[in-house]
């Protein structure tokens, strides 16, 4: 079981890491969200909006630092560029979600929990190959998309065995 376990683990070690990140940044987007609306009495768009705020300078931080630290070779400033497109691209679909879905009746909180389903898949896929995608080695081999080198490992494992 626990060979299973560490071979999910070294498979989607990027995947399980952003999931966690991205549980906490909902929940402060949520806090923020909840804050501005019921106490603020701000609109659904403008609390979804300084909620997003919130959970993407928490985001880049935990995801630079944590999820993505061994594609961090690049200048942090274009990474903060790049990250900031991918959240206006993934803040302006959920923020449309969240207009169309409370425009039609839906309770602002159930329509907010699908806008951040939008979020997470534009976010995760985003971050994954523009923001911190490792830069190709062309001589090394291509690995699949989730599958990342456990910290501590060799990059390379050319010449193991893979039974090891």
């Known amino acids: 079981m626990k ?3 560490l071979k999910i683990w070294h498979k989607f070690r990027s995947f399980i890491l952003y999931a966690i990140i991205g549980c906490f940044n ?4 949520f806090l923020v969200f909840t804050g501005a609306h019921e106490l603020l009495h701000l609109s659904p768009e403008i609390s979804h909006v300084l909620g997003y ?3 993407f300078i928490s985001g880049f931080v935990l995801n630079r630092n944590i999820t993505f630290r061994k594609e961090n070779s690049a200048n942090v400033f274009m990474q903060v560029f790049k990250f900031l497109i ?3 691209l993934s803040l302006g ?3 449309l979600v969240l ?3 409370t425009g039609a009746g839906l309770n602002e909180y159930i329509a907010k929990i699908l806008a ?3 979020v997470t898949l534009i976010n995760f896929l985003g971050y994954r190959f523009f923001v911190f995608r490792k830069d190709k080695d062309p001589a090394s081999t291509e690995a699949t998309p989730l599958e990342e080198n456990v910290p501590g490992e060799p990059e390379s494992t050319e010449g193991e065995d893979e039974n090891d």
């Open 53 to 55: 705020v919130a959970g």
């Open 26 to 29: 909902t929940l402060l987007d």
């Open 93 to 95: 679909s959920s923020t």
């Open 99 to 101: 207009h169309l879905l």
């Open 3 to 5: 060979a299973f376990i």
């Open 116 to 118: 951040q389903i939008v």
């Open 86 to 88: 991918v959240n206006l």
